[in-house]
């Protein structure tokens, strides 16, 4: 499946119809995950049968050598579950709403994360334009399909991935600072923003709840039947420009979500 055919289904005038292509397509991107990963673990075990160690499979593939080992595993080689749910591999915390001092830090994930006690670590997995989702869209005041920048990151706390970070911003507004270019802003994405003559406004967060999409599944590591809980932090300036959407895709049971109340307003 390419963005050529999803746009070619968009365009079937049909919902129904449109709905039913819409499926099949997900359940054939499914099936090539799973025959990738089956591919991916053959060659693997080629590397293996040639001499070279896990280290040095891990180095060349940018990932950990405890990732190679799972690679190799697969899903259907995973302990089958006993009457009880098992621990989930690691928890850790994405309070809502977000404290501000928070907000404010190099990284909103390392500094949660460095709170916990947990060994938190981030890579880049894509800065880019792409077609705007509707949800996103909305948000950014765009219309559906539009190109908007991308910045879309894997968070992993003590070497299990929990979390898929994705900001985007509107190209006609981005596009052409340095927010559209690769690797991390620095100081920081904040800083970024307001060097540009943004001031913070408002902000809104939505949770939803939902099973993951293939890509979801295969970089979060899932099992089978695990959810996602999608977070989307709409960010608007003090003249009600839209500036940045944060969508936070967490590992569902990798995950506790502290609920913050209004200062002086708390009740049961």
Known sequence: MDLKTLREVAQVSEPVERARLLSRLMTEEQGLVAEAAKMRRQAIAEARESGMSLEEIAGQLG???????????????RAPEGPASPAPRVLVQRALPTEPAVRGSKSLFLAEAERQGLRADRRMLYVGLEPSSD?????????????????RKLMTANDVPVRIATSYFRADLFGDTRLAEPEFVKPSLQSALIALGYAFGRAEENLTARPPTAFERETLELEPGEWVVQVLRASYSTEGTPVHILETICAANRHIFPIGQVSGHDEF
């Open 63 to 77: 990932v950990s050598p405890g990732r190679i080992s799972q690679m190799r595993k697969g899903p259907t080689a």
């Open 135 to 151: 949800h996103v869209a909305t948000c950014l005041s765009v219309e559906p399909g539009t190109d908007i920048v991308a910045r």
